[in-house]
C-alpha cells in the first residue's frame, strides 16, 4: 500500500510540474514597427564642386523604426539600407547607390565621395543637373519580411567631372594582346586590328575577333612588356562574356569569352571598368 501512495504522489508531482510549464511558456510575436522618417540636412540641391571636394554636403538623418515583439521592444540588430537613384527609376536601377549601415541613424556624404558615386556609379552626366531621390529601408538582420521603407526625399545635383578611377595611358594608346587574338601573346602586336580607338580621353573601344577559352590583356606601348591592364580574379572576378574592373599593372589577364566570335571590347578609364559585347 504504501508503495502504490509513493508512485501516485510522484506521478502527481510530475504533472503538477509539467502543468507549470505549460503555463509559463510564452510565445513572443513579431508585432512589427514604424517605418523610419528621413531627414537631410539640406533640401532642394546638394551643392557639388570640385573646389570644396572635402566639404560634408549633405547628412541624411532617419528614426528608429522601434520594432516591437510581444514582450515589448526588438533587442535584435536593426540594419539599414540607404539608397540613391535618379527621379524615375523606383529605386531599380543596378546602378544605383546602395549603402549598408549596421545601427547609426545617419549617414554624411563629403562631396567627392558622392560625386564620385554619382558620376562613377550612376554613370551621371557631369556638368549636367539631374534629379536624384533618397529613401532608406530599416530591417532586423536583413530579413525581408521585417523590412520597412521610409519616406522619399528628392534633390537637384550637379555633378563635376572627377578624376577617373583608372589613370588613362599616357600614350594616348591602347592595344590588345593574348591568346584569345589573332596576334596570341606577340609582342609587338598587329596594328590597326588590334589598336584601341580613343573615343575619349577615359574612353576606348576595338572590335575584333576572338578565340573562345583564351586570355588577352591590354597594353599601353605597342612592343613594352612594362605594364599592362589586367584584372584581379580574387577580389574582383570578371566575366569573360560581359566584362567587369579592371587596374593597372594588376595581376591576372583578362578571361575571354567561352565561344569564338566577334565581339565588341570598352574600356572606360573614368569608371575603371570594361564591357565585352558580343556582336
Given amino acids: 500500500m504504501k508503495t502504490l501512495l509513493k508512485k501516485l504522489f510522484f506521478i502527481g508531482v510530475g504533472v503538477a510540474l509539467f502543468a507549470s510549464c505549460k503555463k509559463d511558456q510564452t510565445i513572443d510575436y513579431f508585432n512589427g514597427g514604424t517605418a523610419p522618417v528621413l531627414t537631410a540636412s539640406v533640401s532642394g540641391t546638394i551643392p557639388l564642386s570640385n573646389t570644396n571636394q572635402s566639404n560634408v554636403e549633405v547628412v541624411f538623418s532617419w528614426t528608429n523604426p522601434n520594432y516591437q515583439f510581444t514582450t515589448g521592444l526588438s533587442s535584435q540588430n536593426v540594419s539599414y539600407l540607404l539608397e540613391i537613384d535618379t ?34 556609379q550612376m554613370l551621371l552626366v557631369t556638368g549636367m543637373k539631374h534629379t ?106 570578371p566575366s569573360g562574356e560581359t566584362g567587369g574592373v579592371f587596374g593597372y599593372d594588376w595581376n591576372d589577364n583578362f578571361p575571354g569569352p567561352a ?21
Fill in 87 to 120: 527621379l524615375g527609376a523606383n529605386f531599380t536601377n543596378p546602378n544605383r547607390i546602395a549603402t549598408s549601415i549596421s545601427s547609426d541613424l545617419s549617414k554624411p556624404y563629403v562631396d567627392a565621395v558622392l560625386n564620385s558615386a554619382l558620376s562613377n
Fill in 132 to 237: 536624384i531621390q533618397v529613401r532608406v529601408t530599416a530591417s532586423i538582420n536583413g530579413v525581408a519580411a521585417t523590412a520597412l521603407a521610409s519616406n522619399v526625399l528628392q534633390f537637384n545635383v550637379t555633378p563635376w567631372s572627377p578624376p577617373p578611377t583608372v589613370n588613362p595611358p599616357t600614350t594616348g594608346k591602347l592595344y590588345l594582346v593574348g591568346s584569345a587574338t589573332a596576334g596570341g601573346w606577340g609582342n609587338p602586336v598587329p596594328v590597326p586590328s588590334q589598336q584601341f580607338t580613343q573615343v575619349s580621353t577615359t574612353l576606348y573601344t576595338i572590335t575584333v575577333p576572338l578565340t573562345g577559352g583564351q586570355e588577352y590583356l591590354f597594353i599601353p606601348l605597342n612592343g613594352d612588356w612594362g605594364h599592362k591592364f589586367a584584372c584581379n580574379k580574387t577580389t574582383s572576378p
Fill in 259 to 279: 565561344a569564338n566570335g566577334t565581339y565588341k571590347i570598352d574600356v572606360n578609364f573614368q569608371t575603371g571598368k570594361y564591357t565585352v559585347t558580343k556582336q
